[in-house]
């Protein structure tokens, strides 16, 4: 063997540089799978987010207020509704459970009533579940919220022609845990 010839690295080298090269690809390996744990966590949260409704939405933001309130209807036995609002978000929704079916050619109405007037508020049909429906206006001071039951679209009248089945009155409310 010539002088000139290079010399086979050592055991010690070799094992080295091998446990260096496993080293590196279990802790790629593991960065790999930390980083796609978080954007599956971060694409889910986001998908969430657009994935509420308006009414459901609104309703996450009030219960996170710090001036959350509710009121809930005087119900024995039949549907049960409850009015959440903030006034610092100035936001109100009313979730209700237990509604009637409805024929095809009706729909639930919301009213503001007063002594002085009644208001249709909002008007909805409701899906599978509880009904959460943003009201896209507040009731003034006295005013209380009532459900009833109307023609679609609406009477000719403006006025309430069908059953009432919820009655809330806002001045009853309470605040909500963590208050």
Do not use: K
Not at 46 to 53: C, D, K, P, Q
Request: glycine share 10%; hydrophobic share 45%; charged share 20%.
């Amino acid at each position: 063997m010539s002088d000139d010839a290079e010399q086979a690295p050592s055991t010690d080298a070799v094992q080295t540089i091998q446990r260096r090269t496993w080293i590196r690809g279990i802790v790629g390996v593991v960065g790999a799978i930390v980083v796609l744990v978080v954007l599956g966590w971060v694409a889910g949260s986001i998908s969430n987010h657009f994935a509420l409704s308006p009414g459901e939405a609104a309703l996450a933001a009030i219960e996170d207020a710090p001036d959350a309130r509710v009121a809930a209807a005087d119900s024995l036995g039949g549907p049960e509704a409850i009015v959440h609002w903030s006034d610092g978000l100035d936001q109100a929704v009313l979730v209700a459970r237990g509604l009637p079916d409805l024929a095809p050619d009706q729909e639930f109405a919301v009213w503001y009533v007063s002594e002085e007037a009644t208001t249709r508020i909002v008007a909805f049909i409701p899906g599978t579940g509880p009904a959460t429906v943003l009201l896209p206006a507040r009731w003034a001071e006295g005013e209380i919220v009532r459900v009833s039951i109307e023609p679609q679209g609406g009477s000719s009248s403006g006025e309430p022609t069908g059953e009432t089945l919820l009655t809330i009155d806002p001045a009853q409310a309470v605040g909500i845990e963590g208050e």
